[in-house]
């Protein structure tokens, strides 16, 4: 699946600490409008491997992951039917 990217971000450090500053332009602002899914889009920023000074350190990809169930993402529970082996704690 190939990224789908939205928008830029920077690293600045305040008298509060450390602040990512994230921004959208107009196409991006359209991008994540086209990605809606029930009036949500999420989005992941990731650090870039190469930044470069004065430029943004940051970018913005959309999520497209989907659980791949109807019951969501939740992990089955494991169930330990060898009553030999103590439990854990």
Known sequence: MDKIYCGSGKEITTQYGVITKVSFMEKDLDTLRNNLENGWVNISVMKK?????????????????????????QPQPSVNNDVDEPLPF
Not at 59 to 71: E, F, G, L, R, S
């Open 49 to 73: 491997k190469d930044p470069q000074p004065g430029k943004p350190t940051h970018y913005c990809v959309i999520d497209q992951w989907k659980p791949d169930n109807a019951k969501g993402d």
